[in-house]
């Protein structure tokens, strides 16, 4: 699906992946870290430790002052990043580092703003030359999305939109027919963080929105350790775990290399854990 510029996105590469897992009949495992956390250089390390331990998928998140999807775990990576002066460029090498090191589907979640202030077409056409696969967008709706879209398609980039449990059939319709790449089920109304449970809301939304679309669903928000991911794994496409892997890394603030060891053990862990079957 390559655009002009000769420069490809790896949106074919997220949707082999996604398939190859369901042939096997279990989940993906999404990760996702934000970029430069906690430095630049250690947040590519910590970005391919998880790919290397189990992840599918990878979601790097370009670091945001006002992130309304976020939690608190999320938001704290996200300000040692911003301290640091983490820029869009930072975001663009971590994507094209971690996807070289691995040859795994490596996406970008951000909000509008900063795409829009770094310019869409040149965004897209940065991302894909990175080998990115494409980008989740959870705040961009989708009557304004045909600007982006249109770049993501010519670049070869998927466009994850998220949906929610508050979302009407016929809106889930909307947006699913937008999106590209998989749909993300948002599990519950709130933001992201580690949850007791991850619950019947969250099983009920995958299945009102598969009923509108032949797209992977992949559920996040609140998924923490491997036997939720094996809840989720039961009825979702796809398993995606950030605030946990933020936490390992937190938890080791001072010793890089122990971060990326804890981040390697949960992405076995949560790998384990979408292979389990009931």
Same mark, same amino acid.
């Not at 190859?20 to 630049?40: I, Q």
């Not at 490596?106 to 980008?135: I, Q, S």
């Not at 496409?237 to 950030?242: E, L, M, N, R, S």
């Given at each position: 699906? !390559?655009? =002009?510029?000769? *420069?490809?996105? =790896?949106?074919?590469?997220?949707?082999?992946?996604?398939?190859? !897992?369901? !042939? $096997?009949?279990?989940?993906? +495992?999404?990760?996702?870290?934000?970029?430069?956390?906690?430095?630049?250089?250690?947040?590519?390390?910590?970005? *391919?430790?998880?790919?290397?331990? /189990?992840?599918?998928?990878?979601?790097?998140?370009?670091?945001?002052?006002?992130?309304?999807?976020?939690?608190p775990v999320i938001q704290t990576a996200d300000d040692i990043a911003l301290r640091a002066g983490v820029k869009i460029t930072d975001v663009i090498r971590?994507?094209?580092?971690?996807?070289?090191?691995?040859?795994?589907?490596?996406?970008?979640? *951000?909000?509008?703003?900063?795409?829009?202030?770094?310019?869409?077409?040149?965004?897209?056409?940065?991302?894909?030359?990175?080998?990115?696969?494409?980008?989740?967008?959870?705040?961009?709706?989708? %009557? %304004?999305?045909?600007?982006?879209?249109?770049?993501?398609e010519e670049h070869g980039l998927a466009t994850v939109f998220v949906v929610a449990p508050s979302s009407r059939d016929a809106r889930l319709a909307k947006?699913?027919?937008?999106?590209?790449?998989?749909?993300?089920?948002?599990?519950?109304? /709130?933001?992201?963080?580690?949850?007791?449970?991850?619950?019947? $809301? !969250?099983? $009920?939304?995958?299945?009102? *929105? @598969?009923?509108?679309?032949? +797209?992977?669903?992949?559920?996040?928000?609140?998924?923490?350790?491997? %036997?939720?991911?094996?809840?989720?794994?039961?009825?979702?496409?796809?398993?995606?775990?950030?605030?946990?892997?933020?936490?390992?890394? +937190?938890?080791?603030?001072?010793?890089?290399?122990?971060?990326?060891?804890?981040? @390697?053990?949960?992405?076995? %862990?949560?790998?384990? /854990?979408?292979?389990?079957?009931?």
């Amino acid at each position: 699906m !390559a655009g =002009n510029s000769g *420069t490809p996105g =790896n949106i074919a590469l997220l949707e082999s992946v996604l398939a190859d !897992a369901r !042939a $096997e009949k279990r989940a993906a +495992l999404v990760g996702y870290l934000p970029a430069g956390f906690p430095t630049v250089d250690g947040g590519i390390r910590a970005v *391919t430790a998880m790919l290397e331990g /189990g992840c599918d998928v990878v979601e790097v998140g370009l670091p945001h002052s006002d992130p309304v999807l976020d939690g608190p775990v999320i938001q704290t990576a996200d300000d040692i990043a911003l301290r640091a002066g983490v820029k869009i460029t930072d975001v663009i090498r971590t994507v094209r580092e971690a996807h070289a090191a691995t040859g795994a589907p490596v996406l970008c979640m *951000t909000y509008w703003n900063p795409v829009d202030r770094y310019g869409v077409e040149r965004f897209a056409a940065d991302l894909a030359a990175a080998g990115g696969a494409g980008c989740i967008l959870p705040d961009l709706p989708v %009557e %304004e999305s045909d600007v982006w879209r249109k770049a993501a398609e010519e670049h070869g980039l998927a466009t994850v939109f998220v949906v929610a449990p508050s979302s009407r059939d016929a809106r889930l319709a909307k947006i699913t027919a937008a999106g590209s790449g998989f749909v993300y089920a948002a599990s519950l109304m /709130g933001v992201t963080g580690t949850r007791e449970s991850v619950g019947r $809301e !969250a099983q $009920e939304l995958v299945g009102r *929105t @598969r009923a509108t679309t032949d +797209l992977p669903v992949c559920v996040g928000l609140g998924v923490s350790n491997p %036997e939720q991911a094996a809840e989720v794994a039961q009825f979702a496409d796809g398993v995606i775990v950030g605030s946990a892997f933020v936490k390992r890394m +937190l938890a080791e603030e001072d010793d890089l290399e122990a971060g990326l060891a804890g981040v @390697r053990a949960l992405a076995g %862990e949560l790998a384990a /854990g979408v292979r389990k079957r009931r």
